[in-house]
């Protein structure tokens, strides 16, 4: 974050104490962004764009008020506050409404590395022969692609602040990359697919070659064309590592420190308790170098650290952010996430399911008839009930082998169920995005079809 | 900051994020108050700032080139744990530069209306194209967009303590209706914007746009069972809207949705006969046809509802209408964000596919005429074809005659949302709120299941329609490609066979 951002951030905040404001806090992010995709052998869109934002918490009394611009020119910052001020009178006056005494200026020896520059180097030019060379391979690496629902590629680089009135000043700066393809194929009845394959990383030189991902997509499109339904009934079913990543990624809404103060989730009553099966370790690791949401300090400049949620299937800890620990007599665990239009939440950095050591071939190789689901639909995880219903689509395992693929079916359990059910785990760890996980098998869900 | 898998392709839909801690209203506009100055006779940028943008734009060789400004504000209430937790305002403002050559879109945008800036972004967008400079038409002067919404009190202009008092109101009622009632959550949201659409064929007009959101979630716990409840409503209408659909209906609908769950069976397994509930099931329309009938999935062949117009695709008591021009709903813009006059559009007509909804590049790649479908987030988006609020023409049945002519199957009385697979055509649906039908009445609760099915043959099924023609109350968010825009959905009470219940009864089957 430049200089003169900032000297603004530090104004608004003085301001704010100024007009009346018990503490204040900015939080600020400068974004540069470009999107390329292609079709018919051209670029079809490019986007560029570079934003800045930001976003006001203050501490009127008790109160709280928050509020966003993009509008950062001088003139416009005083009519700003005043505004999220006055706004402030109107909510109710809260005993834990206060600035995480936490918070820690300055570097820390272990921050991660979470910026490269080959990354904020890329062009359009590099993003356009990526995505047109991605088509290509697409559309000619099978005849039953016959066109693409969307290739392409984009770059994106962030900037963020976290300014407050107890002194903080914090900055930080990311990197990401990410290139996708999806092929369209189709069968001989007409009948369609499109499985998209991608990656996306913090560091160039960490990223799979376009052409291995539009090689993998279209084999996974290919694979997947005359998809039937199966009939119902409980079976094993074995999540990809892309299954496994959304499933965890649900499960967390679990362990927001706030859903679980409120009773607001299906384990509430269960920190310390087994709730999962030995071979479920859940771990959230925000240091860890070149992972694409890793960062020294959270949305509200406390340090982060590593955090190990389920151990070994024992509940260890809930997330919070540090309103909601102070309510529930907790430590903040620097789990606050936010944009600059948002106030802080409560979530996770780099989300990893700890890999084990069976291979996903020996995984399906075990399962006489069961579900391997490659896709899913629809909400997921509902964390407050803890009931799972998803469609899904994938492929039918017969004696230790996938058969035929499968869609237009849905898989369904109680959470507690599912968790305590995973009798397998793979050695297959996924590294791609900002949660890694690997296979994973249940030992009986419900297969909803004919 | 977390971003997941980087590819949003899904097509969802729901109810505005009730318990998402985080919950940020997208990075859309919204106004509020305090702006008395905004009106739409006047243009966000000046004529001859338009003309040097649309020139810049169009500097590299595009054929067609739009500029969408926008200046708007958001306010938004939040009530939990009795209290209101948050008041937030926010204001932004923007312009997003198109330009656009062949099929080849290049898009650009900055914050602000910084004059310098603005020229930068042109020159971006123009960067798609290498060839001679195109030619901006003449623009005939600035016009302001007739609103087909009526507002008689402006959000902006009521005291916030009176906003407030909507949630308060709602809150007393969840609590006092049943002693279950554990937790009530509740959000005002109001939003404001102008927003000044100019383009190179000569179009240059300023629209405003206000909305307005009321919603209560409730969560009540009994003999060890926990459940949810949603209840929400509002649209493009004036704060006398919640006169008549008052927070004491909406958190009373929330807190009897949650209660009645308590102690549900599980819901059963396989295919079943289900009858939809009329008004918001209507996202049995929007996934399950409507995202195939936007002209960009037509245009790359990619729905699967590609050259099908003139052929059956649905059960000959299916009129399915996509209407932008309705008062006050989520859907209705006066113009679409192209600057086009929206319209009132047959999509299938007894059965039959009738067209699609176009914007206007998809509309000169297909030979075609733009719909007014040209929607888009805000203007750091660009426009895609999308729906604005659709439904399903009313039938002949009467509701009780249709849970009647039912000996054993799944009442469908509420949703959280919906996603389709546009290429394949499968979608799903997530039941809020069902029961059993035995014996043609309705009879015990049963947990939230998913239903799972394939557009056109879940069309094909529908064997009775009702004549309780219904839109939602008002809170249906659409997400494509990544970007959300507010719509509406209406269907009536409908007989569906053969439909996937994803359950875990299998007992029951």
């Not at chain 1, 470009?34 to 009394?61: H, I, N, P, W």
């Not at chain 2, 106004?31 to 001859?48: C, F, K, V, Y």
Request: overall charge neutral; proline content about 3%.
């Amino acid at each position: 974050m430049d200089k003169k951002s900032i000297e603004i951030a530090k104004k608004c905040v003085d301001l704010s104490l100024k007009m009346g404001a018990r503490q204040a806090e900015v939080y600020m992010e400068n974004g540069r962004n470009m999107e390329v995709t292609a079709r018919d052998g051209e670029v079809e869109t490019l986007k560029q764009a570079e934003s800045l934002g930001m976003g006001l918490r203050v501490f009127t009394g008790k109160r709280l008020g928050f509020g966003y611009t993009s509008d950062l020119s001088e003139g416009g910052l005083k009519d700003f506050v005043k505004k999220i001020i006055d706004m402030s009178r109107v909510t109710s006056e809260d005993e834990f409404n206060n600035l995480p005494s936490e918070s820690v200026s300055g570097d820390r020896p272990d921050a991660p590395k979470t910026y490269d520059e080959k990354v904020a180097a890329l062009t359009p030019e590099w993003a356009s022969k990526a995505a047109i060379e991605m088509e290509k391979i697409c559309l000619g690496s099978d005849p039953r692609i016959k066109t693409i629902d969307d290739v392409g590629a984009g770059v994106y680089v962030s900037d963020t602040a976290v300014v407050n009135s107890l002194g903080l000043e914090d900055t930080g700066r990311s990197t990401y990359v990410q290139v996708y393809a999806g092929p369209v194929g189709a069968d001989k009845a007409g009948n369609s697919q499109v499985v998209y394959y991608w990656d996306e990383r913090c560091f160039f030189e960490d990223m799979m070659s376009p052409e291995r991902i539009a090689k993998e997509a279209a084999k996974r499109t290919v694979d997947s064309l005359g998809a039937d339904k199966i009939p119902s009934g409980n079976m094993p079913v074995v999540f990809s590592p892309e299954m496994t990543k959304g499933f965890i990624n649900g499960l967390i809404g679990a362990v927001n420190g706030d859903m679980v103060f409120k009773k607001a989730s299906f384990l509430s009553d269960k920190l310390g308790q087994k709730i999962a099966s030995d071979k479920f370790t859940l771990i959230d690791d925000p240091l860890r170098d070149r992972g694409t949401a890793s960062s020294a300090f959270d949305g509200e400049g406390v340090p982060k650290r590593k955090l190990a949620i389920i151990d070994k299937g024992v509940c260890k800890l809930f997330l919070y952010d540090a309103y909601t620990a102070a309510k529930a007599g907790a430590k903040t665990t620097g789990s606050a996430v936010r944009g600059y239009s948002s106030l802080p939440g409560i979530g996770t950095s780099n989300l990893i399911l700890q890999a084990g050591d069976a291979s996903p071939e020996a995984i399906i190789g075990e399962v006489q008839y069961g579900l391997y689901v490659t896709h899913m639909m629809g909400r997921g995880v509902d964390t407050v009930t803890g009931d799972f219903s998803r469609g899904a689509n994938g492929f039918l395992i017969e004696n230790g082998k996938l058969t035929k693929p499968v869609q237009e079916v849905t898989v369904a359990a109680h959470m507690n169920d599912m968790l305590t059910g995973i009798d397998a785990v793979g050695d297959d760890m996924d590294l791609r995005g900002s949660t890694w996980a690997p296979t994973i098998r249940f030992a009986k869900l419900t297969v909803s079809g004919k | 900051m977390k971003r997941e898998t980087g590819i949003n392709r899904r097509e969802f839909m729901k109810a505005t994020a009730a318990l998402s801690a985080a919950s940020t209203i997208s990075s859309a506009l919204w106004s509020s108050a305090a702006n008395a100055a905004m009106t739409p006779d006047n243009p966000l940028l000046d004529e001859t700032l338009v003309k040097k943008l649309l020139e810049a734009a169009m500097s590299r060789g595009a054929e067609y080139a739009d500029i969408f400004a926008e200046d708007g504000a958001l306010s938004r209430l939040k009530l939990d744990e009795k209290k209101i937790r948050s008041a937030q305002t926010g204001m932004t403002r923007g312009v997003g530069v198109r330009a656009v050559i062949g099929q080849k879109v290049g898009y650009a945008y900055c914050e602000g209306f910084d004059e310098k800036a603005l020229l930068e972004t042109a020159k971006s967008a123009a960067y798609i194209a290498a060839e001679k400079p195109g030619t901006v038409g003449k623009i005939n002067g600035h016009s302001k967009c007739p609103s087909i919404n009526i507002v008689e009190i402006n959000p902006g202009d009521v005291a916030a303590a009176k906003r407030a008092d909507l949630l308060f109101r709602g809150n007393e009622t969840a609590f006092a209706h049943d002693s279950r009632v554990s937790q009530v959550i509740g959000a005002y949201i109001d939003t404001d914007r102008l927003v000044t659409i100019a383009s190179s064929e000569g179009i240059f007009v300023t629209d405003r746009r206000l909305m307005q959101t009321l919603y209560f979630y409730v969560i009540a716990e009994g003999g060890g069972d926990r459940r949810t409840g949603f209840s929400g409503g509002g649209g493009r209408v004036g704060f006398e809207f919640y006169d008549k659909a008052t927070p004491e209906h909406f958190a009373k609908e929330a807190a009897r949705q949650a209660v009645a769950q308590i102690g549900a069976l599980d819901a059963p397994v396989g295919e079943q006969t289900v009858v939809l509930s009329n008004g918001w099931s209507g996202i049995l329309l929007h996934e399950a046809i409507g995202h195939g009938l936007e002209a960009d999935f037509i245009r790359k062949g990619t729905s699967l509802y590609t050259g099908k117009v003139g052929q059956k695709v649905a059960s000959e008591l299916c009129t399915v209408i996509d209407d932008g021009r309705i008062p006050g709903r989520r859907g209705s813009i006066s113009v679409d964000d192209e600057g086009t006059l929206t319209q009132k559009k047959v999509l299938i007509e007894k059965g039959v596919l009738k067209g699609f909804m176009f914007d206007k590049l998809n509309a000169k790649l297909m030979k075609e005429k733009t719909t007014g479908s040209g929607r888009r987030e805000s203007f750091r988006h660009y426009v895609m074809p999308r729906m604005t609020n659709t439904f399903l023409a009313p039938g002949q049945s009467d509701p009780a005659d249709i849970i009647k002519s039912v000996k054993k199957g799944f009442y469908a009385k509420n949703f959280g949302g919906g996603q389709v697979n546009i290429t394949n055509g499968n979608f799903v649906f997530e039941v809020a709120e069902g029961y059993l039908i035995e014996n043609g009445e309705i009879t015990k609760p049963v947990k939230g299941a998913t239903l799972i099915g394939v557009g056109p043959e879940v069309l094909k099924h529908v064997s009775m329609v009702g004549n309780d023609a219904e839109l939602d109350p008002g809170i249906g968010t659409c997400g494509k490609n990544g970007q959300s825009v507010p719509v509406g959905v209406g269907l009536p009470h409908v007989r569906i066979e053969n439909l996937t219940v994803g359950g875990t009864d299998r007992g029951k089957n």
